[in-house]
């Protein structure tokens, strides 16, 4: 089978020897301790708190309602009383309204979704709304609410897996296509179902030959169902890209969406917890998280309760065996940087990574020796030396015109650039900062047609 990939990127050690046999173990949060639901776990407009401090709350209650087309709801993980409903920090650095309940140990659930085994009876309009209550979100780190991803305008002939996990150190999605494969591909059949005129493609990275065997043989059979085989190359699992790389060169047009092209794609956990809330009945409550790096006493891969604390997790695993140098919520590429464990974990958060002194040390900055490797290995085919300069200038026309917003923080520009230049932080800081003021812009437009009516 030819591995298919798309144009530049880069080739990072994977990593992912540490965890790769390691099989998903499960942890439960301990009695007495405290749970944190942020109300703003996807993208689009926050959740609403539809309970109160003091109210008894039990396993799978709502607890956080959407608000907004593009909103997902919110349920509790655990039963307990809710203790408060205040700000906390959240993986990104900021903070979110979050609805905290003490976990009683009982675990007593609440009769909410009803699982329908034979979904084939369920209409197009029943389907999208159970995963609506579902809470189900791109759970790969995205967030976006699934039930809008999967009602375009346009006419849909691919649905796209993306099985490539080609971050470093990851490995649980890696996992759970080897320990839940019937719950994937049966998850992917319910997505088709929506696109009659689809086929749904597994876009696995070839580092990763055993999935590509189990998958493989179990849709061998079934017509409208494939798995391709992705060359290990960072960033394979944007959607863009793998796109691209699985159609055989659709490009997405810059500001538009897969659906621009024909294509829906979807994470390995986002197509199992559609599964999971239509077959089975359960919403979004628990998340399947890698540990890994040098520092943990004991890297492998967890399904933790969604509300968890870092802290707690690792408390329950058995802690560090040196003290880290950098821990990081998601990917060393892509994700974030944390100075403290007491934060909560959302249905996004794919891992938690703790690196010794050694693995963390990155050579100071030094200046730009006009190299050209950061333009030859974007995958965006940006320019970042120049968006870096026009960023740390401030020089927001210049930086609009050379096209900054399309890029997608991959990190692969800091990765090659030789001068170590945080050409992939200063892009993302703009890119912050163009999006506030064009909210502001948007706010202030607003304000003033109202006030002419």
Known sequence: MQSLTFKRGVHPDDAKALTMDKSIKVILPKEGSELFFPMSQHIGAPCEPIVQKGDYVKVGQKIGEAKGFVSSPIFASVSGEVTDIRPVLIPSGGKSLAVVIKNDGLMAEYEGLKGCPDWTKLTKEEILNKIKEGGVVGMGGAGFPTQVKLAPKEEIDHVIVNAAECEPYLTCD???MLEQPEKLVEGLKIVLSLFPKAKG???IEDNKPEAIKILSDMVKDIPNIEVASLLKKF???SEKHIIYAVTGGREVPSGALPSAVGCIVDNVDTIISIYNAIVEGK???RKIMTVSGG???????????VGMTYKDIMDQIGGFKVEPAKMIAGGPMMGFTM???DTATTRTSSSLLCFTPEEAYIPPESSCIRCGKCVA????????YLLNKLA???????????HGLDCISCGSCSFECPAKRQLAQSIAARKRIEGALKAAAKAKAAKAAEAKK
């Open 174 to 176: 890696y996992r759970l």
């Open 201 to 203: 493609v597994i876009g």
């Open 235 to 237: 960033p394979q699992g």
């Open 283 to 285: 919403p979004v409550m």
């Open 295 to 305: 520092a943990p006493m004991n890297p492998g891969n967890y399904q933790i309760r």
């Open 339 to 341: 100075y403290t464990l």
């Open 377 to 384: 290995h974007c995958p965006m085919g940006l320019q970042p």
């Open 392 to 402: 740390l200038r401030g020089d927001s026309a210049g930086f609009l015109a050379h």
